[in-house]
């Protein structure tokens, strides 16, 4: 069974850059698209981003798009998000999750905070 653990999170400045880490244990990350949330205070969760485990395309919410950066290390079974330009609306928990295709089963990070503030 795959476990997900973030790290990384913690205080950006306005414009500039944070990087999560997704680590994977139990199970190969490469075979399970992999997605970041985030859920802001009173705010719904937030899909963020994703990358496919079929052929490694990448997709992004138009709100993060151009400064986020989705990535993964199979190597050491790693996923990324790389955040640059920081918003402080970009100010929430951040989640990993990886999606077994032929289950339907979810399984998700305990989360990492990420907060933008100057």
């Known amino acids: 069974q795959l476990q997900l653990v973030e790290s990384g999170g913690g205080l950006g400045q306005p414009g500039g850059s944070l990087r999560l880490s997704c680590v994977g244990s139990?199970?190969?990350?490469?075979?399970?698209?992999i997605s970041w949330f985030r859920k802001a205070p009173g705010k719904e969760r937030e899909w963020v981003s994703c990358?496919?485990?079929?052929?490694?395309?990448?997709y992004y919410a138009e709100s993060v798009k151009g400064r986020f950066t989705i990535s993964t290390d199979n190597t050491k079974n790693t996923a990324s998000l790389q955040m640059d330009n920081l918003k402080p609306e970009d100010t929430a928990v951040y989640y990993c999750?990886?999606?077994?295709?032929?289950?339907?089963?979810?399984?998700w990070g305990q989360g990492t905070q990420v907060t933008v503030s100057s």
């Open positions: 139990g199970a190969t990350l490469e075979d399970y698209p």
């Open positions: 990358i496919s485990s079929a052929d490694g395309s990448t």
């Open positions: 999750n990886g999606q077994d295709l032929k289950t339907e089963n979810e399984y």
